[in-house]
């Protein structure tokens, strides 16, 4: 199971590979790790993808949609200023709160499963958030626009500082200019982390609460949303891992 990973050993795999070589000048080490978290990422988002089309075939006995749920719910947290609207694709769903519209994909929107129902108030829950100035969401949100110029440029400025250390005394400087900025995002994921589960516990609370669901409905999508936050820890862990070992990289060669 994957929310029982154990950090400290992956992290224990670090000193192993710390001191590997490059070949053909690539980080053979950052190969590993990318590669290793990668192949988790991978994993749990096909169990996740698994998931929603199974709970997909539970068909809710209230007969409502995904936008039903997710138009009930902002009203019964007396929310009257957000949209609920159809995006295109695939576990496309999202809040956006530059706009207040919760954007339901085309296999939630209009569907009456209990993935719907999970992924539509899972939503809301943001929207709900939002409305209560959830202070986590609102770190997040901060961190956005400092997030879409540092991820450009991070892992450039992290090679180009290590490939200068064996030249010039400056070449540190710029790799550990570069973990900072790598950093931002590592925060960025583990911040995400708290949104995330919040978002869910509201969603399932509000279901169960208000007896949207029936007990085996309310199961799918129980489920359904412990392997959706399991991607968002997957991702933070892979970022984590991978600052450590580049810190650990330059700290060693200064």
């Not at 990422?41 to 096909?46: E, F, I, K, P, R």
């Not at 006995?61 to 997710?70: D, K, M, T, V, Y």
């Not at 209990?114 to 986590?136: D, I, K, L, N, P």
Request: aromatic share 12%.
């Amino acid at each position: 199971m994957f929310d029982s990973i154990e950090i400290f050993s992956i992290f224990s795999t670090f000193k192993s590979i710390i001191n590997n070589k490059n070949m053909f000048g690539f980080d053979i080490g950052y190969i590993i790790i990318a590669g290793v978290f990668g192949l988790l990422s991978m994993l749990v988002s096909g169990r996740l993808k698994s998931k929603f089309k199974k709970y997909s075939k539970v068909q809710l006995r209230n007969g409502l949609s995904g936008a039903e749920i997710a138009e009930k719910m902002l009203a019964d947290h007396g929310i009257r200023n957000v949209k609920v609207i159809s995006t295109p694709g695939m576990l496309t769903d999202h809040y956006n709160p530059a706009n207040k519209t919760v954007n339901l994909s085309e296999g939630v929107f209009a569907q009456r499963n209990a993935s719907a129902a999970a992924v539509s108030a899972h939503e809301c829950g943001h929207a709900v958030q939002h409305a209560t100035a959830y202070q986590w969401l609102g770190m997040r949100s901060k961190l956005v626009p400092v997030l879409n110029m540092t991820s450009k440029f991070s892992m450039w400025v992290i090679f180009g500082g290590m490939a200068l250390m064996s030249t010039t005394a400056i070449g540190g400087t710029i790799a550990w200019v570069g973990i900072g900025l790598y950093g931002i995002g590592t925060l960025f994921s583990f911040i995400t982390l708290p949104v995330e589960y919040d978002a869910s516990n509201r969603a399932l609370a509000w279901l169960k609460n208000k007896n949207m669901l029936t007990q085996d409905e309310y199961a799918g999508a129980e489920d359904a949303l412990k392997w959706a936050a399991r991607t968002y820890l997957v991702a933070a862990i892979g970022a984590l891992a991978t600052l450590l070992y580049f810190a650990m990289r330059v700290a060693s060669r200064d």
